[in-house]
């Protein structure tokens, strides 16, 4: 079957590298895709915006699968406008229509839909503009630290705690008044939630789903979680304390009536959901919703999935997922991010990335990167996911390690420490 992937990223490569391992598939078109896309795949000069075009290009090469990567084409409805079209709406969208999308595109909406259907998050309230002072006497009724989140998409920096209640106030104010132009039209104020987090992800066709491989990633740039927020500095899959106790828990507390929360509300959702919890005195609680895989978690999720993806993507088109085998290498796989300097803040793009032919068994996945004059140069501030396996959490972190020793660039930098806090605990 032929399969259009939509986006550029470390996650993209991740689901190209296994897209491109299935007996089923005929040929691969990724847009715009990376260097590493490039490789494995035919890239294609889309913008995963442009849904006219992307639409036009899946008619004339007679694409069956469109996977969307990032949220972005979800949240904007790009599952709707296919369906919307007589000759595309046989096509399968592996990411849910535009309602179903909300989850992640209105962190309002998602705690409303947590709340009606009883999965545990953190206590709330939602306010705006003209609701500014109840948000400022809702601050005073919680204990710092203080959590506010934008309720629209702001490119993953619409979160921020404050310690201080003042500071907090300050904060609110601002988002309110357009610091995150219309996504923080909404503020959502939270109660802070004191624990470790993961990240739990499912494949659903609506009705039926299967349980991908968990991960824990790395949010902070600088070591011991310090430091500004970023995309994420790395990732590792399994979690040890995410047992079998600890997941039976997120099954039934959280997976199973999300599934029925949305079929309940007659939302149609097919694909991905990213379960971003956090394990609280060994209970689990939900953070937010995502209506995609993360990154970098696919770099360590998809590794060890063993079944063959497109298995299950044709398991969403035919309504058969609930026959469709999830089988999960045993292994332990970590990936840590090489970024570039000055990243999250102001970086240099167009720097050459170098090679060595030995990269020691290691995984090395494309986010950032574009070819040039016979070059793959550097061109976002994640660059490079280096990922491996080993027989435990331990020996998969130095064998990454070991295997970016083979990649550099100019102002080249990465964390770590990335797992070595599950280490002692483990």
Known sequence: ???????????????????????????????????GTNSIAENVDLSIKDFKSIAAFVLEKEIKIVVVGPEDPLVNGIHDYFDSIPDLNQVTIVGPKKEGAKLEGSKDFSKEFMKRH?????????????????????????????????????????VIIENDLSKAKKAFKKMLKGQFGAASNTVVIEEFLSGIELSVFIITDGVNYKILPEAKDYKRIGENDTGLNTG?????????????????????????????????????????????????????????????LGDPESEVILPRLK????????GLATNTL??????????????????????PEAYEKGE??????????????????????????????????VTAYGKNLETALKNSYNTLENVSFNKMFYRKDIGKDLIKKS
């Open 352 to 385: 050459e990335i170098t090679f060595s032919n030995n990269v020691n068994g290691g995984l090395v996945f494309h986010a950032g990167t574009k070819n040039m004059d016979n070059k793959i140069i550097t061109n976002g501030g994640r660059v490079i996911s």
């Open 307 to 314: 079944s063959d993806i497109l298995e299950l993507f044709d």
């Open 232 to 292: 994420g500095m790395g990732a590792i899959s399994p979690v040890p304390f995410a047992n079998r106790e600890f997941m039976d828990k997120v099954e039934n507390q959280i997976i199973i009536p999300t599934v029925k929360g949305l079929r309940k509300e007659n939302i149609d959702y097919s694909g991905f959901i990213f379960f971003g919890l956090i394990a609280v005195k060994g209970d689990p609680y939900v953070i937010e919703y995502n209506c995609r």
């Open 118 to 158: 009883r999965i545990p998050t953190a206590k709330y309230g939602s306010f705006n503009y003209d609701t500014l002072d109840k948000g400022l006497a809702y601050l005073e009724t919680l204990s710092g630290p203080y959590v506010l989140k934008a309720d629209g998409l702001a490119a993953g920096k619409g």
């Open 322 to 343: 609930s026959e469709r085998d999830v089988e999960i290498d045993p292994r332990s796989a970590s990936t840590v991010m090489l970024v570039s300097g000055g990243y």
């Open 1 to 35: 079957m032929k399969i259009l992937l939509l986006g550029s990223g470390g996650r993209e490569h991740a689901l190209a590298w296994k897209i491109s391992q299935s007996s089923q598939l005929e040929k691969l078109y990724v847009a715009p895709g990376n260097a």
